[in-house]
C-alpha cells in the first residue's frame, strides 16, 4: 500500500477523533502515520500491517489509559474562595454560631462557628472549614484531633 493512502486513513481517523474525542481513533490515526512511514522506506505490505498493529496495540493499551486517567482527574489547585478552604486564621472579632471576624491570608473575613455551641475567643487560631459567600466557616485548632 502507498504511504500516501496511509495518510489519507490517518487523516480520515483524525477527523472521526475530533467528532468522537474517545481517544480511540486519534491512537489508530497515529499507526497509520507509523504505516505510512514504514511504507515510506520501503517495507512490504505485511511489514507495514504489522507496523499499524503494533503502534495500535501500543497505543490503545499503553497511552489510552494513561491519557483518560489524566482527563478524568479534577484541576490539582484550588483557585478563588475554595482556595482558602482548610487554611489557618487568627480570630479578631469574637466568633460564634452567627458571626465574628477573622484575619484570613491577610486580609479580615467575616466568619461564624462550624459548631454552633463554640464561641471562639479572640487570638484563638482556627482552621476554615467552608466559604459561604464572604463568611468563612471556622472551626477552633486546639479542639481538632
Sequence with gaps: MPWFAWLLAAAALGAAEF??????????????VVAAVVAGVGVGLIGQLVALG????????????????QLTQGPLTRDGSDALIGKRAEVVQEVTATHGLIKLSGEEWTARALDESHVIPVGALVDVMEIEGATAVVYPRELLP
Design 19 to 32: 467528532f468522537t474525542l474517545t481517544l480511540v481513533f486519534g491512537l489508530l490515526a497515529g499507526a497509520a
Design 54 to 69: 503494533l503502534a495500535s496495540a501500543a497505543g490503545l493499551a499503553l497511552v489510552r489509559p494513561i491519557a483518560m486517567r
